[in-house]
């Protein structure tokens, strides 16, 4: 599957040098409390990125989502254990963060490069350094047909006598 990607980014990256960066912005938001934390893993703050909200400078590390076909799209995310905020979320919580990923480049954050969005973070472990989990979509693939939903007394137009 291919990706529509910028002009700015097609030059920064098929050149020899580029001065522009690859960032990525994270966005979790907790779906009980809606309270919402964001990310950027670079060392400087970004002050306003797509959605015009300020990310905090915060390291953590992020594999791209596979894009194959027949498979539910999956990923890693591990964050540094700095702040003790998001394991004390998790724990009082006990459901799974709803995540988005923003692919920004360096000299223009309000527009994203790629976007991921309608992951849950599970499959979490922690310590005191590290926070890591499974970032999934929900799965349609397994779903069973609602063959006591549609039968031919509830919907006559889709089977023929």
Not at 51 to 73: C, H, I, M, R, W
Not at 83 to 110: E, G, H, M, Q, W
Request: charged share 20%; net charge negative.
């Amino acid at each position: 599957m291919t990706r529509q990607t910028t002009p700015s980014f097609k030059s920064s990256f098929a050149g020899p040098e580029t001065s522009n960066a690859l960032i990525t912005l994270l966005t979790l938001t907790d779906p009980s409390t809606g309270e919402i934390f964001r990310f950027c893993n670079d060392s400087v703050d970004v002050p306003i990125g797509p959605d015009g909200q300020s990310f905090l400078a915060y390291p953590f590390d992020f594999t791209y989502p596979t894009d194959e076909d027949n498979k539910v799209s999956s990923a890693q995310l591990s964050l540094t254990n700095v702040d003790r905020t998001i394991i004390d979320n998790l724990r009082l919580n006990n459901r799974p963060l709803t995540v988005r990923i923003d692919a920004v480049l360096s000299d223009d954050f309000t527009t994203p490069v790629a976007t991921w969005q309608g992951y849950d973070w599970k499959a979490l472990e922690w310590d005191a350094t590290a926070i890591s989990g499974t970032l999934t979509l929900e799965s349609f693939l397994n779903e069973p047909y609602p063959r006591k939903l549609m039968g031919g007394l509830t919907n006559p137009g889709l089977f023929y006598g």
